[in-house]
């Protein structure tokens, strides 16, 4: 099963992989993106996603689906005291 995760430019950003017998999967996406190597930077995990929308692309075999998740900027609570 490969699950890859592209930018708004179709650009690769994540790639995702497992092998193993056929079952239910689940995957988590840390939002860390993988390391350019054109850029060294320490840690390589340092770099995290940002807010937008992403294709999401799963395979398994012949099979392929593919579908949309957004990434927003969570709201603070809001808190008065008084």
């Not at 320490?42 to 075999?61: D, H």
Request: charged fraction near 25%; proline fraction near 9%; glycine fraction near 8%.
């Amino acid at each position: 099963m490969a699950l890859k995760i592209f930018d708004k430019n179709g650009r690769a950003v994540k790639t995702l992989s497992e092998t193993g017998a056929a079952r239910i999967h689940a995957a988590e996406w840390d939002l860390s993106l993988d390391a350019d190597p054109r850029v060294i930077s320490f840690p390589k995990s340092a770099k995290l996603a940002p807010p937008g929308t992403y294709c999401i692309e799963v395979q398994a075999g012949p099979i392929k689906l593919s579908g949309e998740v957004r990434i927003e900027v969570p709201s603070q609570p809001k808190v008065s005291l008084g």
